[in-house]
């Protein structure tokens, strides 16, 4: 019932696996979804850390920084956005400056 032109389906990570995957790729349907931790070999995880000693680009969306490319997977070649918004980066901060303060409280008792 959905036009490969003029839809892209858009669906929760429980959704994201091989079977459905190499299925909508043979429909020619685009496709949008969170990557879940244990997909094919744990690809979020080698892509986190790939953006994150990468460098990331500017979103049209205002503080957002986006990471944008291509992995071969168990089901073919991907697309994949990583992507860091102001909240993500200001909690990330607070849990960084937590720790060196627990260090720093630990190297001076």
Aim: net charge positive; aromatic share 6%.
């Amino acid at each position: 019932m959905l036009d490969p032109k003029e839809n892209t389906v858009i669906a929760g990570c429980r959704l994201v696996n091989d079977p459905l995957i190499e299925q909508m790729q043979t429909m020619n349907i685009g496709f949008v979804s969170k990557l879940p931790s244990s997909f094919s070999d744990k690809l979020r995880e080698h892509i986190v850390n790939s953006a994150i000693s990468g460098i990331m680009d500017d979103s049209s969306i205002a503080g957002y920084k986006t990471y944008d490319t291509e992995s071969e997977t168990a089901c073919g070649k991907l697309r994949l956005i990583a992507y860091r918004s102001p909240k993500g980066t200001r909690k990330a901060m607070d849990y960084l400056e937590r720790q060196g303060k627990r260090d720093a409280d630990r190297l001076f008792k």
